[in-house]
Nanobody, 123 residues
Framework: QVQLVESGGGLVQAGGSLRLSCAPSGRTFNYAMGWFRQAPGKEREFVAA????????RYADSVKGRFTITRGGADYTVYLQMNSVKPEDTAVYYC?????????????????WGQGTQVTVSS
């Protein structure tokens, strides 16, 4: 059984930075991971993805150049470094994992999801 626990959300001013973490448990060493977000009244959308060894990454156009996804440590924790945040980045951010080794952007391909962490950006 795979469990994902997100942390690091909170309130930040526009232009500031925040780092989210996703700690997986279970046999996830070769799982690709991703971050998604969902704002009130909107559908869940892709933010960033990383393959199992951290070499390949994918980003949504809206966050490219501002957000960075990485992974590391013995437990393959995944991080989302959010810089130059904007009010439109406000959402619940979800960590997800799938059993393929490549980075993918489609939510339907992810098998495991965390509980989400709230990110609020004030203007």
């Amino acid at each position: 059984q795979v469990q994902l626990v997100e942390s690091g959300g909170g309130l930040v001013q526009a232009g500031g930075s925040l780092r989210l973490s996703c700690a997986p448990s279970g046999r996830t060493f070769n799982y690709a991971m991703g971050w998604f977000r969902q704002a009130p009244g909107k559908e869940r959308e892709f933010v960033a993805a990383i393959n199992w060894d951290g070499v390949d990454t994918r980003y949504a156009d809206s966050v490219k150049g501002r957000f960075t996804i990485t992974r590391g440590g013995a437990d393959y924790t995944v991080y989302l470094q959010m810089n130059s945040v904007k009010p439109e980045d406000t959402a619940v951010y979800y960590c997800a994992a799938h059993t393929k080794s490549v980075a993918v952007v489609t939510p339907a391909e992810y098998m495991f999801w965390g509980q989400g962490t709230q990110v609020t950006v004030s203007s």
